[in-house]
T-cell receptor
Framework: EADIYQTPRYLVIGTGKKITLECSQTMGHDKMYWYQQDPGMELHLIHYSYGVNSTEKGDLSSESTVSRIRTEHFPLTLESARPSHTSQYLC?????????FGQGTRLTVV | DQQVKQNSPSLSVQEGRISILNCDYT??????FLWYKKYPAEGPTFLIS?????DKNEDGRFTVFLNKSAKHLSLHIVPSQPGDSAVYFC????????????FGKGTKLTVNP
């Protein structure tokens, strides 16, 4: 069973608020990813990291930012939330044998 | 440009029969492939993977077949169970390269009792 955790699971927040979605893994994986998925749609890569102090933007443009100060922690931040940011955000880490996802955060901006 | 393609949006099978989910890719640099199962409002659950040095990998009811020359892989589920009903995603990456995990659009599998 994969040890990767996302909090919160669900978040409803007002427009203009700053939010941070948390993602932590205890497997010591160097590679971590953030994906965005709208209902019934494909997963789009928005950020990834090869290790500490390494972050790259993904294929889908996103107004969010990420940081990787510790191996186990890969938080995603939105400085000013908008309704267009409403989506499901999925964090994953990759090690030998596969890539494993957290439970996801369902974000609704009202 | 879709590098990983799942051309069947949906598949319906009877309980106990075989489910075959297909995936094609265009990037010849991909050398590691993964299959996931996903329920709404949850994260994808890793099922099985295969490296390009193999053409088959088996884990319980799940078997993945890889045809490198055709750039095609498939996931077989035998026997299919109603609990297998979910959206299945195929994903691919290049090991030692960008390591970006690229997903297909998914296939919704329905297993009827």
């Amino acid at each position: 069973e994969a040890d990767i955790y996302q909090t919160p699971r669900y978040l409803v927040i007002g427009t203009g608020k700053k939010i941070t979605l948390e993602c932590s893994q205890t497997m010591g994986h160097d590679k971590m990813y953030w994906y965005q998925q709208d209902p019934g749609m494909e997963l789009h890569l928005i950020h990834y990291s090869y290790g500490v102090n390494s972050t790259e933007k993904g294929d889908l443009s996103s107004e969010s930012t990420v940081s990787r100060i510790r191996t186990e922690h890969f938080p995603l931040t939105l400085e000013s939330a908008r309704p267009s940011h409403t989506s499901q955000y999925l964090c994953a880490s990759r090690g030998r044998g596969g890539a494993f996802f957290g439970q996801g955060t369902r974000l609704t901006v009202v | 440009d879709q590098q990983v393609k799942q051309n069947s949006p949906s598949l319906s099978v009877q309980e106990g029969r075989i489910s075959i989910l297909n995936c094609d890719y265009t990037n010849s640099m991909f050398d590691y492939f993964l299959w996931y199962k996903k329920y709404p409002a949850e994260g994808p659950t890793f099922l099985i993977s295969i490296s390009s040095i193999k053409d088959k990998n088996e884990d319980g009811r799940f078997t993945v077949f890889l045809n490198k020359s055709a750039k095609h892989l498939s996931l077989h589920i035998v026997p299919s169970q109603p609990g297998d009903s979910a959206v299945y995603f195929c994903a691919a990456l290049t090991q030692g390269g960008s390591e970006k995990l690229v997903f297909g659009k998914g296939t919704k599998l329905t297993v009827n009792p």
